[in-house]
């Protein structure tokens, strides 16, 4: 049973059908995690014996001081995000008297700031090297999946949910068509040596649907392919490989698109951010830390 089967199994029946209808309007991977965080609710207003759609201002307050103490500020920022879109819905709908999750305070979070591990250029290089330098029958595949997440910077749980019909032609120019956040489609461009990955890779594997599948033409989830970064790193003989992620390679990606002389316009907008706050919390070049400038003037 999946986040949203479950979710709509545990809820009073009267909330099921809006509650179908205000995650619909959301993408696949937002859909699983927005009912993850509504489900983690219930069970909070089961446990502490809380009316679920009647808390009071102290009962939330101290929902999000909980959710606090084991959680980053931007999951718990998460968190209280995907119940208050559920409510406003539920207000929308005049089932629920008023959004309770809209007046609360949440955790501060630096967007310009990432802790986030990253690749160097060089790093990157050895690390496509080592995916292309792979034996076995899913090599090509996995190759083209690093190329991917390199090159356009695309989120892990997009990249699961690309099909084959994806790949298509626009302008004469090929292209690939990401649904991003909110279900925004995005073409973005389709660079030689990606396409070739891509094109190597189906000429091997004919198949239909997703783009990416399994050796029985499953698609692949989102922590596989995540998986598959920290075992290429470690085949490149990368220190501490285990901490690299799908997440990695997207801001990796901005990094040395920024660079190679990208505008933060251009690279907030094949990230897919609403805002360039965001982007530039996945930009980096520790070369510009005011350190150097110190050590240099003490020389």
């Known amino acids: 049973m999946d986040k949203q089967q479950q979710l709509l199994s545990e809820l009073p029946e009267q909330l099921r059908e809006p509650t ?11 859909v699983r995690v927005y ?9 909070y207003c089961a446990a502490k014996k809380i009316e679920l759609l009647t808390p009071t201002r102290p009962q939330v307050d101290l929902y999000c001081a909980a959710l606090s103490k084991g959680l980053k500020p931007a999951t718990v920022n998460r968190h209280m995000s995907a119940i208050s879109a559920w409510f406003s819905y539920l207000v929308e709908c005049e089932i629920a008297e008023r959004n309770p999750f809209k007046g609360p305070k949440r955790p501060r979070v630096d967007k310009t700031t990432s802790t986030t591990p990253w690749l160097s250029r060089e790093e990157c290089k050895r690390l496509l090297e080592a995916a292309e330098a792979q034996t076995g029958p899913q090599a090509q595949r996995d190759a083209a999946i690093m190329w991917l997440l390199v090159t356009e910077g695309v989120r892990v749980a997009e990249v699961a949910e690309l099909m084959q019909s994806s790949l298509r032609v626009t302008g004469g120019q090929r292209v690939i068509r990401v649904r991003g956040k909110g279900n925004v489609m995005e073409d973005r461009a389709l660079p030689g040596r990606l396409a070739a990955q891509l094109d190597a890779y189906l000429a091997a594997h004919p198949h239909t649907g997703h783009l990416f599948v399994t050796s029985t033409g499953n698609k692949l989830s989102p922590s596989y392919i995540s998986k598959l970064v920290a075992r290429f790193a470690n085949a490149a003989g990368l220190p501490n490989p285990q901490q690299y992620t ?4 997207r801001h990796t990606s901005a990094t040395i698109a920024k660079a190679e002389g990208a505008t933060e316009e251009e690279i907030s907008k094949g990230l897919g951010h609403s805002s360039l706050e965001t982007t530039r919390g996945y930009l980096h070049n520790p070369a510009d830390d005011p350190a150097h400038r110190v050590e240099q003037a003490l020389r």
């Open 246 to 249: 799908a997440h990695s390679l």
């Open 35 to 43: 009912a993850g965080d509504i489900l983690h609710w219930l069970g």
């Open 20 to 30: 179908r209808a205000a995650l619909s309007r959301l993408s696949k991977s937002s």
